[in-house]
C-alpha cells in the first residue's frame, strides 16, 4: 500500500514570497490533516479535513495560510506571503476515519529567507 | 484537550528493555492512549494505542495503569533503529475534531 505522498520535499523562500506544499493521502482515507512542525518541537495539527470538508482549523493562521482538499481526495496548503517564523517541516497525514490510525507523509522542509 | 507529561529524554543500551512513561492525570474515559515515534528527518510513526487492557504488537508493548492516569511503552530489546523521539498521545475517537495534539516527545538516544 502506497503511504502518504507530499512534494516538495524542500522549499527555500524569500521573506513575503508565495509557496504552495501539496500532499496525496492513503487511497480511500476520509481525514486529511496538515502539521506544522518547528525545529525541536512537536507537531502542531494546522488543520483537519473531513473528506472535503473542514472538521477543525482553528490553529491555522488564517491571514496568510490557506487549505483546500479538491474532490476529497488531494490537498494543497498554502503561504502568502511568508514569514520568518513559517520555517518548519509541514507533515500532511491521513486516516481511514477520525478516530483510526494516523499515517504520515515525509513532510516538506521549508526555509524562509 | 487532555495532556500527557513525558521526560525529555532517556538513554539505553542496545539490545535492553526500554521503558518510557507518559503521565496523562487528566484522561478521560473514552481517551484512547496512542504512541507514535519520529526517526530523525521523516514524519511520525504509529507504534500502539490502547484504552484500559495491555496491549502487544510486533513494535512494542503499552502498559495503562490501573487508573489509566499513566502509561509504559516498553521496547523489549532497544535497537539502534529505535533512536527516535516518542510522543504519548491522547485520542478521543467521540470527537469530531480529533486534534491528535502533540507534546514534546521522549528523545531516546540507544548507545552501541
Known amino acids: 500500500e502506497a503511504g502518504v505522498a507530499q512534494s516538495p520535499r524542500y522549499k527555500i523562500i524569500e521573506k513575503r514570497q508565495s509557496v504552495a506544499f501539496w500532499c496525496n493521502p492513503i487511497?480511500?482515507?476520509?481525514?486529511l490533516y496538515w502539521y506544522q512542525q518547528i525545529l525541536g518541537q512537536g507537531p502542531k495539527l494546522l488543520i483537519q479535513f473531513q473528506n472535503n470538508g473542514v472538521v477543525d482549523d482553528s490553529q491555522l493562521p488564517k491571514d496568510r495560510f490557506s487549505a483546500e482538499r479538491l474532490k476529497g481526495v488531494d490537498s494543497t496548503l498554502k503561504i502568502q506571503p511568508a514569514k520568518l517564523e513559517d520555517s518548519a517541516v509541514y507533515l500532511c497525514?491521513?486516516?481511514?476515519?477520525?478516530?483510526?490510525?494516523?499515517?504520515f507523509g515525509p513532510g516538506t522542509r521549508l526555509t524562509v529567507l | 484537550d487532555a495532556k500527557t507529561t513525558q521526560p525529555n529524554s532517556m538513554e539505553s543500551n542496545e539490545e535492553e528493555p526500554v521503558h518510557l512513561p507518559c503521565n496523562h492525570s487528566?484522561?478521560?474515559?473514552?481517551?484512547?492512549i496512542h504512541w507514535y515515534r519520529q526517526l530523525p528527518s521523516q514524519g511520525p510513526e504509529y507504534v500502539i494505542h490502547?484504552?484500559?487492557s495491555n496491549v502487544n504488537n510486533r513494535m512494542a508493548s503499552l502498559a495503562i495503569a490501573e487508573d489509566r492516569k499513566s502509561s509504559t511503552l516498553i521496547l523489549h530489546r532497544a535497537t539502534l533503529r529505535d533512536a527516535a523521539v516518542y510522543y504519548c498521545i491522547l485520542r478521543d475517537p467521540n470527537n469530531a475534531g480529533n486534534m491528535l495534539t502533540f507534546g514534546g516527545g521522549t528523545r531516546l538516544m540507544v548507545k552501541p
Open positions: 497525514a491521513s486516516s481511514f476515519r477520525t478516530s483510526g490510525v494516523i499515517y
Open positions: 487528566t484522561i478521560s474515559g473514552t481517551d484512547y
Open positions: 490502547g484504552l484500559t
Open positions: 487511497s480511500g482515507h476520509a481525514t
